[in-house]
């Protein structure tokens, strides 16, 4: 694997130096209480936090909860502080201000080892998706930003540890490289490196799992990792294995199409069609499905179809000892998306014993995606010491290892050795 050229927490003393520290610790809120109800992220993070307030940083960290699509969850962030206060074993202030007066006063009264979570960068319009998508700023052209032109000058050093949010292009992620010394935190290297290895140089044979609802991940990833050699094997579940079973010309029954036309999932028919033609060897789609009949999980063989009144939510015994076989063989494995509606007892079968058995293979496993990671945490017994890597990402991780180069990634190369040490 080539080496992975930005700076690291190893490339700067950081000792009674101000510290803008960006971190992703956007987590899932319970609807009814709006508190925090996974606490993953906040545990990812806090390694390089310690580091930072170790060596004596005065750091002052900056995250987001929610954005105008989940508006839902564009909620205060005091919360995430308390939570880092206790998994730190240290206090870590809030002030619910992102760079007004009030949180450029709390930066400058900071001391060595002290760190305060500044408020929830998406009360800003210049850091939410649509002011993103809408203005499309280079991250030279973000330097006046409210946000860069108020906090840059306080600090020292920029470090970022947010690969899940590598893929925005927003100031707090892409701008103060250019004015000020920056490192890639712990996690998001070894977020990157774990993706890198799965990309560039896995063990082989690669097999790549890959399933969920939102399958333009899967097929975007499917085509890059198809077409460059990294998989040897793609094993489709989900609605992924739905419209393969189409694109081979079969009728899945009315329920199961209605549901696939109704969201215009038929869109990916015909790239489906393609990587058969030319891959037809290395991708494996299911040979049954369950549904739901009376109550209870029923299976049949995809020699059955069509069935017009079942929606497929869970591949079948036949299917998950194939895939089973491919995985106990893997030298690598990547998981995209789960197997089917795990959620539901009734079909979680299929997830839950694929899962163990990649948690029980001898090759190298690197999981990603929410629902994944979600699923795995229900799923396989002591999941974090079982999978080789878990990743944080979602939509980062997808557009990673779809071969698009990401904004953050882009930002830390350029910044790599800017400045002298």
């Known amino acids: 694997m080539r080496e992975i050229l930005i700076n690291t927490l190893d ?3 950081f000792h009674d130096k101000t510290v803008i520290l960006r971190i992703d610790i956007n987590s899932p809120l319970d609807p009814k209480t709006k508190k925090i109800a996974n606490e993953n992220r906040i545990n990812q993070s806090i390694p390089t936090i310690r580091e930072l307030m170790e060596k004596g940083a005065k750091l002052a960290i900056l995250a987001h909860q929610g954005d105008t699509l989940d508006y839902h969850n564009l909620i205060s962030m005091a ?6 206060s206790e998994k730190l074993g240290k206090p ?3 002030i619910d201000d992102v760079a007004g007066p009030a949180a450029q006063e709390m930066v400058k009264s900071l001391k060595p080892g002290e760190a305060v979570l500044l408020g929830n960068v998406r009360y800003l319009t210049e850091e939410v998706s649509t002011f993103e998508n ?4 280079e991250a030279h052209e973000m330097l006046n930003t409210y946000i860069v032109r108020n906090l ?6 920029y470090v970022n540890d947010a690969f899940s949010a590598a893929h925005r292009n927003s100031p707090s992620m892409v701008a103060f490289e250019e004015l000020l010394p920056t490192a890639a935190g712990r996690l998001l290297f070894k977020e990157l490196s774990a993706l890198t290895k799965v990309m560039e140089s896995p063990e082989k044979p690669a097999v790549f799992v890959l399933g969920g609802l939102k399958i333009s991940d899967a097929f975007g990833m499917m085509k890059q990792v ?6 040897d094997k793609i094993l ?3 609605v992924t294995g739905i419209v393969m079973q189409m694109a081979m010309g079969r009728s899945v029954g009315k329920q199961q199409e209605k549901f696939i036309f109704d969201r215009s999932l038929d869109a990916f028919i015909e790239p489906a069609k393609d990587y058969l033609a030319r891959f037809g060897d290395r991708v494996l789609n299911p040979v049954d499905f369950a549904y739901e009949k009376d109550g209870k999980r029923v299976e049949c063989s995809i020699n059955e179809l069509p069935i017009d009144n079942a929606l497929f939510l869970d591949i079948g015994e036949k299917t998950i000892e194939l895939y089973k076989g491919e995985i106990m063989k893997a030298g690598t494995i990547f998981i995209n998306g789960p ?8 079909f979680e079968k299929g997830t839950r014993e694929i899962w163990n058995a990649i948690a029980e293979a001898p090759g190298y496993s690197v999981i990603g995606g929410g629902d994944s990671v979600s699923a795995a945490q229900k799923l396989v017994e002591n999941a974090n010491e079982k999978f080789g890597y878990i990743c944080t990402a979602g939509g980062a991780m997808v557009r990673f290892l779809s071969g698009k180069e990401l904004p953050l990634i882009k930002a830390l190369k350029k910044a790599y050795r800017k400045v002298e040490k």
Do not use: I
């Open 226 to 231: 198809l077409e460059n050699g990294t998989a």
């Open 152 to 157: 840059a000058p306080l600090a020292d050093y």
């Open 79 to 84: 919360e995430h502080a308390e939570k880092l």
């Open 236 to 238: 489709t579940c989900g």
């Open 339 to 346: 197997a089917g509606a795990y959620e539901n007892p009734l």
């Open 11 to 13: 490339d700067f003393n």
């Open 92 to 94: 870590v202030k809030y």
């Open 134 to 137: 809408a203005v499309k700023l």
